[in-house]
């Protein structure tokens, strides 16, 4: 019913810059906040980045003033520049979005929260 997918992985240099992207399509009637998580090798997920509907966005500590995440509602798309990067940063990113869809025939709204297939960003020289 909802699918997210994301794009723009890769290797990139310690100090480099990737962008990431994702997008949400499907029975969508809205979404309340998008973001981005990551996990490492023998980790947990862990929040990167959130951008609230109508509210201010939120950074994981370890990122903060080198990721910027961005929403374009109209489009249902989250984007995260990520700058600066380190090779602690290497990780599979996930987008994350809670969306509130439409299901069945008579179309009842439902809310959930739905995953893209992740895209792995390795950062080594």
């Known amino acids: 019913q909802v699918q997210l997918v994301e794009s723009g992985g890769g290797l990139v240099q310690p100090g480099g810059s990737l962008r990431l992207s994702c997008a949400a399509s499907?029975?969508?009637?809205?979404?309340?906040?998008m973001g981005w998580y990551r996990q490492a090798p023998g980790k947990q997920r862990e929040l990167v980045a959130v951008s609230p509907s109508g509210g201010s966005t939120n950074y994981a500590d370890s990122v903060k003033g080198r990721f910027t995440i961005s929403r374009e509602n109209a489009k249902n798309t989250v984007s995260l520049q990520m700058n600066s990067l380190k090779p602690e940063d290497t990780a599979v990113y996930y987008c994350n979005a809670d969306v509130v869809y439409y299901s069945g025939p008579y179309r009842d709204r439902r809310r959930g929260p739905y995953w893209g297939q992740g895209t792995q960003v390795t950062v080594s020289s």
């Open positions: 499907g029975n969508i009637f809205s979404i309340y906040a």
